[in-house]
Every structure is written in structure tokens, then in C-alpha cells.
């Protein structure tokens, strides 16, 4: 599955300029230590956490998309950021449970 | 096994906390890993010459890097942690090079040894390059890359705005409020 075919399953808002990319599993945690130890190239990482800093740990491990749940207010320094790196920063109002719930019954998971 | 092309994986990973110390007269940081919090932000004590203060205590984690082919294991434990550069001193080194490596889309962090600066905890060329290779051989290098450069290009601690990528604050009750540089 694509970033473009998953914003079009989920009516995800994108909030920043990227190119789209295959995604190859999920990742949940809202803790960037966690991220960085954890998350593979390609996943997509699943957060409530809205400052700019997950943009520099998105990018160093490589996710394919940031989605942020649960209609957490994303400042615009960090769509900002995520553009400048062509990183996919995408929204949503579902909570995350709700939210994984549906990328589950999509097939993705965590690899 | 010296012909091996490594190809580097996380292990040994452990999380815990970051602690961030300053003295204001004279001037300096320290930092250290502990398994525990430290509960008491803004505390201060006396140690030597020094009136130190807890400035932040951050969630983190040490680790080594392991070459899957071959096994060789690497020792990470001296990187207290990697900082994104906010190009807060159009002067600094990192800048410079931040500047200079956006055009070919390579990404620069700061690899940081514990404070103060010294033998003990300088992070060698060999190992910044290691970490290099670790980012890069996971992801697709088409797109971007990423550049791991030495905190030792950032001349005074005291002006870099920087931004650590760890976890502040994530065991408070209280909502994170805006994150501040622990310099």
C-alpha cells in the first residue's frame, strides 16, 4: 500500500509536501526514544505527539508517513519541518485505537 | 572477518534517562545516563567549585550497533544522544555544513558524547561513520541521506538552540509545555 492510497482509505489531511511512497508496516508510540530504536525504513508512525522534534526522528529512521491522531493540533513549525524533509505528515481525527483498528483491517501491521 | 561490508543493526538497546546539569559560574554541563529518573528538576547542590542545577531529565536510551554479517559488535554507549540542528548560529560548523549538504538532500544530526567534552567521551571519525552507514543503509538513499556529525563542531554550548530528539517531560502529569534547549 501507498502513503496516496492510505490518505485515500482513511480521508487522512495531509499537512505537508511529500512525494508519495510504499508503506511496509506501522509503528505506535508517542515516545521519539522509542521511535528511534524501534521503527523500520517505511513504516508509518502513529502519534498524538505534535512538536517539531518528530520530524528529525521521523526522518532518521526513515518512516514513510507521520499520522497524527486523535485531532491533536499540529503547530505549523512542525508541517513545516515535515515539507522542508519531504516527510508525509498526515491527520486525523479517530483516536489512535480507532486508528489502528482500521490500518489492521487494511492489512498493515507491524513488521 | 576485515572484507565484510558491514551491514549495521540496533542491539544492547536500554532505555532510561538523560540528565542534564549546569553551573552558571563558571559556566558548564554536564550530563548522565541513569536507569532512574531524577525526580527533582531545578535542584541544586554543591560539588566542588560548582553550584549545579538539574536542567532537564530526559527519556532516552544507550545501544551498540552490530554487524549482521559478520557479528562484529560496536560500542555506542559513549552517544548520550543525536541533535537536530534549528541553524541557530549562521557561525556554527553544523550550519555551515547544514547549508551546504541541503542542496543534495543529506541530512545532518549531531552525534553527542556525554559533557564536558573530553578523551573519555569524544566520539571518533571511524564511529560517527558507522552511525552514518547504520542510517543510510536503512533507508532508501535515492531520496535523501543522512549526515552524522560530532558535537565537537559546536563551539559554545551556551548559544546553540539546538534540538535533542529524546523524550521531555513524558512522565508528568502535567501537559508538556513548549520544549527549551537544556543549554
Not at chain 2, 532537564?56 to 549482521?68: H, I, P, R, V
Not at chain 2, 566520539?123 to 535523501?144: C, G, V, W
Request: glycine share 6%; net charge negative; proline share 5%.
Amino acid at each position: 500500500m501507498t502513503t496516496k492510497e492510505l490518505i485515500e482509505n482513511l480521508s487522512l489531511k495531509p499537512l505537508s509536501k511529500f512525494d508519495h511512497r510504499e508503506i511496509t508496516g506501522v509503528f505506535v508510540s508517542d515516545m521519539l526514544s522509542d521511535v528511534m530504536a524501534g521503527a523500520k525504513s517505511g513504516d508509518i508512525w502513529v502519534t498524538v505527539q505534535t512538536h517539531k522534534s518528530i520530524i528529525p526522528a521521523a526522518n532518521l529512521v526513515d518512516v514513510s508517513a507521520v499520522v497524527i491522531t486523535s485531532k491533536k493540533q499540529v503547530p505549523p513549525d512542525t508541517s513545516d519541518l515535515a515539507s522542508k524533509h519531504g516527510i508525509a505528515l498526515l491527520w486525523t481525527e479517530l483516536p489512535t485505537f480507532e486508528f489502528v483498528g482500521k490500518l489492521y483491517a487494511l492489512g498493515l501491521m507491524t513488521t | 572477518m576485515p572484507d565484510c561490508q558491514h551491514q549495521w543493526e540496533m542491539t544492547h538497546i536500554e532505555f532510561g534517562f538523560l540528565i542534564f546539569e549546569k553551573c552558571s559560574q563558571p559556566y558548564s554541563l554536564r550530563t548522565y545516563f541513569s536507569e532512574k529518573s531524577h525526580p527533582m528538576l531545578g535542584e541544586k547542590y554543591r560539588d566542588g567549585k560548582c553550584d549545579w542545577t538539574v536542567m532537564e531529565n530526559a527519556q532516552s536510551f544507550l545501544f551498540d550497533l552490530k554487524c549482521k554479517k559478520c557479528n562484529l559488535l560496536e560500542d555506542f554507549r559513549n552517544v548520550m544522544g543525536f541533535m537536530y540542528c534549528t541553524g541557530c548560529l549562521p557561525d556554527c560548523e553544523v550550519e555551515i555544513l547544514q547549508r551546504k549538504y541541503e542542496s543534495e538532500k543529506k541530512w545532518v544530526v549531531v552525534a553527542f558524547g556525554f559533557l564536558p567534552k573530553d578523551r573519555e567521551h569524544a566520539i571518533p571519525a571511524e564511529k560517527l561513520k558507522i552511525l552514518e552507514d547504520y542510517f543510510n543503509q536503512r533507508r532508501d538513499t535515492s531520496r535523501s541521506t543522512i549526515a552524522v556529525l560530532s558535537y565537537d563542531l559546536i563551539e559554545d554550548f551556551s548559544r546553540c538552540k539546538g534540538d535533542f530528539i529524546h523524550d521531555v517531560g513524558m512522565l508528568s502529569l502535567e501537559p508538556p509545555g513548549e520544549k527549551k534547549t537544556p543549554f
